[in-house]
């Protein structure tokens, strides 16, 4: 049951005159839509964990209205109150938002925890051990830690010296040799979201004389999401996160001990094992529902990696969340090669960040690519295809904060207009029509890869 309060009237404003809420606009479309008995969508909001000043909004079903009433509200003005039932027999969406708060603050215990934190201290923020499946207490051991190690020596790449900014480096400020190596600016926004997925992203590294905070350090400042690693039913461990994720967005790196090279008995042993060397689908869009936000379309983005030198990391023994990220091959996730300075040489690093707006409590995957080695062949994703409805249902509406949106939106039949934007029943259908289509036919993609239970596809 939701209790949703109308619009209009200065009701809080104390600068303006107190005056009562009218019959119209919003309002007049839900007493229209009780009239008719018509169902209204509703989308609800709440603070972007990520970026304070911003809201996220998720879409939580059809409601009824069942009645509508006026009161006197603090203010001593006439407010529209209307009474929504949601309509039985649709998949969870706000319930969920519900539980992750509750969790998050302590009020509830996580069902199937088994572990509160499984880095033991190593992130800033816990990553919680789940299995809601079958009776295994964890994955087989290994250490975690959160970047990378090397543990002989190496030809590292050419020797590189960072910026020479001494405050905050400055987009579009060609003196800052980070700058300039990026193209002139930065590749993040201000609130460290990738912009595009590039060729290599030069950050500004632990020796560079900018601040701490420096934007162009990203991919350095640990897990920002609160993650957790969940027991799959067909995939052994997979990761998700508590957190909505906005597309571009950091997850983490991809940790290890950095080798040399891998022959082919060795990786068909290691299932944990990133090759800058495999051949990956270079090709996917960018920004999953920018029609429906009211963006342009950017185009596929199909530009090849610039990898300095190879780069294999085995997360078998040592590693962190990344380890957990399964296999699809219509994923939510890419890895982006990052280079940053470190006491005048140059380390490649594996970022990983979102391809679309991820709904919590939604596995994340990403593209295990082809080794050069592996003989013909192909085999079928295991994704669970049957899920893209349920996703495409909790898709959530990640907006800036220069949109003024209210908290609850009721998208009403026969409403021209809903607070800043409404979204009609028939564009939302054909969004979703068009965007499962779309999941479908990436899905139906096979491609040939290692033979280990970690990429999760079967002959």
Partial sequence: VLIYSGQGG???????????????RGNLALERSLHHANAVRVIRGMKDTINQTAKVYVYDGLYTIRESWTEKGKSGCNIFKYKLVRLPGQTSAFAIWQSLRKWKEGLTSRTGLVL??????????PVSLVNEV????????????????????FKLLQPSLGCNCHKACLPGDLNCSCIRQNGGDFPYTANGVLVSRTPLVHECGPTCPCFPNCKN?????GLKLRMEVFKTTSRGWGLRSWDPIRAGSFICEFAGEVIESLNGNEEENDEYVFDTNRRYNSSFK??????????????EST??????????ISAKTVGNVARFLNHSCCPNVFWQPVIYEHNNESFLHIAFFAIKH???????TYDYGITQSETQGKKKCLYDNANVILLLQLQILLLMPSIAFADTIAGVSGAKETRERAFSNSEVEQYEEKASREEKVNC???????SSIRTRCDI
């Fill in 10 to 24: 200065n009701v809080n404003n104390k600068d303006k005159e107190v005056a009562d809420q009218k019959l119209e």
């Fill in 303 to 312: 530009e090849e990696y610039k990898i300095p030198s190879r780069l294999v």
């Fill in 217 to 221: 350090r990203v991919s350095q400042t």
């Fill in 116 to 125: 509160p934190d499984l880095t033991s201290g190593a992130e800033s923020i």
């Fill in 286 to 299: 960018w920004n999953y529902e920018p029609k429906l936000l009211d963006k342009e379309t950017t185009d």
């Fill in 444 to 450: 139906n993609y096979s491609h040939r890869v290692h």
């Fill in 134 to 153: 079958d009776d295994e207490k964890g994955p087989a051991y290994f250490t975690y830690f959160p970047g990378l190690k090397y543990s002989k020596s």
């Fill in 358 to 364: 991820i709904p919590p409590m939604t596995e994340l």
